[in-house]
């Protein structure tokens, strides 16, 4: 039986855009051993995937923590973590961190076939290896599409997986009884996000108050309930936006779930309107229409991944954007290309999306 292992220790959206990997190399070798090495954050929505056999948990942040406050015990973790994959005698490695870390402890511990890409030099480790500059002017999944194709693996489908577990599932459908959820549409909002940047992301977040003038449109165009989603770290801007919308038909689920309780009240949504942020990637693996706000990010590279009819990208015509390249953030005070997204605009492309459901109000219309 074939050991094949995959690394990609970024956030949901990076993890979710490494599923058509998962599904290649499965249907490649479909008698396979998958591993996959990732940050324990996003566990939940790999935990279900049939694919993957096994999950390790190894971020480079974790380690980082580790050695910054005991030394010591980095060091005792890191042969753990190296002990624990060589145990393993993985045959093969698709190493998508693009950093050499990975690839060189793997070839430490002595797996002899390591794929992935070669990004400022930094795939010396690697046995084969893509070039790549950065991400640019095409989406992601085109790069690890191209990454299997120069390793002989063909098959590969631009569609992301997210299997909700039957516990989420049960739970969801409990917490909208307790909301008082009947038959209504359920429009789902994520106006957070951005976490992977930290301190800088509101660069990738949309005014709240816009995100408020596009739910009272649609609760008031399609007596559509609307669900407010975001982390624990959201939570006082959640309770804003609740009480400015100060409507009954306003669920704010603010810190109030996990990542597969999340999916599990996501999928029963019929849109998601949300910032660039892993919500959105999360709504297109489960086939739930969309509508984005993309700022400094390209759309083109980091977009959503489905069917085009089911997903709409809203940006503003800005001759600066997008400025987020070559993995580097932007430094802007201006912030036109979110500023300059109109609510309206953002209307129009819900109406758009759910028409097709139920025939829109007319004061949504005239929004």
């Known amino acids: 039986m074939k050991k094949i292992l995959i690394v990609n220790p970024f956030g949901i959206g990076d993890v979710l ?3 058509p990997v998962i599904r290649a190399v499965k249907k490649a070798y ?5 591993g996959y090495v990732c940050n324990r954050s996003v566990a939940p929505v790999l935990q279900h995937n049939p694919a993957i056999d096994r999950l390790f948990f190894y971020s480079r942040g974790d380690f980082k923590q580790i050695r910054r406050s005991a030394p010591g015990e980095y060091i005792a973790a890191l042969f753990r973590a190296m002990s624990e994959l060589r145990a393993q005698h993985f045959d093969c490695v698709f190493d998508l961190s693009m950093v050499t870390q990975y690839s060189f402890v793997l070839w430490l511990i002595g797996v002899p076939q390591r794929f992935g890409f070669d990004y400022k030099h930094r795939g010396r480790f690697l046995t084969k290896a893509l070039p790549v500059d950065s991400f640019n ?20 489908e631009k569609r992301l997986d997210l299997v909700v577990g039957d516990k989420d599932r049960s739970w969801a459908g409990d917490f909208l009884l307790r909301e008082g959820v009947g038959r209504e549409m359920i429009i789902a909002i994520a106006p957070f996000g951005g976490g992977s940047w930290g301190k800088d992301a509101h660069h990738k977040q949309w005014p709240l108050e816009r995100f408020s003038a596009v739910a009272q449109a649609l609760i008031r165009g399609f007596s559509a309930r609307v669900i407010i989603f975001g982390t624990p770290a959201d939570e006082d801007n959640g309770k804003k936006l609740a009480a400015d919308l100060g409507n009954k038909k306003v669920i704010n689920a603010v810190g109030r779930t996990d990542l597969g309780q999340c999916a599990a009240l996501l999928e029963k949504c019929s849109l998601l309107i949300a910032n660039d942020s892993g919500p959105l990637h999360m709504a297109c693996a489960l086939g739930v229409p969309t509508v984005s706000v993309f700022g400094p990010v390209d759309e083109q590279v980091y977009g959503p991944v489905g069917e085009a009819f089911r997903h709409r990208v809203v940006t503003a015509a800005v001759e600066c ?47």
């Open 17 to 19: 855009f490494s599923t």
């Open 30 to 34: 479909p008698e396979s051993f998958i």
């Open 137 to 156: 002017r095409r989406h992601v999944v085109s790069y690890h599409e191209e990454l299997l194709a120069l390793c002989g693996i063909a098959g590969f």
């Open 321 to 367: 954007r997008p400025c987020y390249a070559n993995f580097s953030k932007p430094h802007c005070r201006t912030m036109r290309c979110l500023q300059d997204i109109k609510a309206a605009d953002v209307i129009q492309a819900a109406v758009e999306l759910l028409e097709n459901v139920r025939s829109p109000g007319d004061e949504v219309r005239k929004q």
